[in-house]
């Protein structure tokens, strides 16, 4: 793959969410995605640790020719996005100001909740995000500690899903939130189970879509700046294209990250290559 891929990473199957939404967006591109299960879960690590993990990361994926790096985890890009844009010089897209967003515009009261890993919600990047947009918001914000495990075994419902659900959303539903965003990637393949506890009167938000499109109003700048400046074409860092390929590596164990993301996805995965855990 030469240097005109997009770049997404996650802990783990999270980013899948990202992932399919970029696709969706963006058909005719290359995307490499990576996932270290080997650090898996990231939700309460140290934050230093996160931010050596992403740019470690994102340092791979540029060696492989991604020109772009979605951030397709939120604890990442809370914690370690700052330290990328300032480290990296490719252009980097994160999910708090795409979410902080997009769960603004969804909310008529006002009243918000965010569900999360445990170091986003320390971290305040979302009720700071969402302030900034829409002052006055009052956000209640979730840690949801078992759900990444659930959703990395593939449980997606049942009765364990359930039991952590309505512990999770039981505070936002008293605290009368309208709307909850899903501030973990891996929350939105729990949407079903998620839907049916909180009835159809919440807004349910995943900032996928709006990732997706921040990705590709990346492209068409640089496509625009490669325009400009010729040299800059294809092979250039900030050129992204291709013939629509995605490839996956993984940090862990290939094998199992390759089923279940093609149970997750519905898609039929490729051989999922093998990293060393950075
Ligand atoms: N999917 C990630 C996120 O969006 C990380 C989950 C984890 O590894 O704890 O925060």
Known sequence: MDSTSIGVFDSGVGGLTVL???????????????????????????????????TGISQYLMERGAAIVAVACNTSSALALQALRQRLS?????????????????????????????NTVRSRAYTEAIAGR???????????????????????????????LREYLGPLMEAEVDSILYGC??????????????????ALVDPAREV????????????????????AGKGAPGRCGGAGAVEFVCSG??????????????????????????
């Open 90 to 118: 490719v252009p980097f897209v994160g999910m708090i100001d795409c979410g902080a967003s997009a769960v603004a515009r969804a909310s008529a009261s006002g009243r918000i909740g965010v569900m999360a890993t445990v």
């Open 134 to 164: 829409r002052p006055g918001a009052v956000v209640v914000q979730q840690a949801c500690p078992e759900l990444v495990p659930l959703v990395e075994r593939g449980e997606l419902d049942g009765a364990r899903v359930r039991r952590a």
């Open 185 to 202: 990637t891996h929350y939105p393949f729990l949407h079903k189970a998620v839907r049916e506890e909180v009835g159809l009167g919440v």
């Open 253 to 278: 164990d290939p094998a199992q990250f390759r089923a279940i993301a093609a149970e997750l996805l519905g898609w039929d995965i490729p051989e999922v290559e093998p990293a060393e855990p950075v």
């Open 20 to 54: 399919k939404a970029i696709r969706e967006a963006l058909p005719a591109h290359d995307i490499i995605y990576y996932a270290d299960t080997a650090h898996l879960p990231y939700g309460d690590r140290a934050p230093d640790e996160i931010v050596r993990f992403a």
């Open 212 to 231: 997706a499109r921040e990705v590709a109003r990346e492209v068409t700048r640089a496509v625009d700046e490669a325009e400009v400046a010729p040299s």
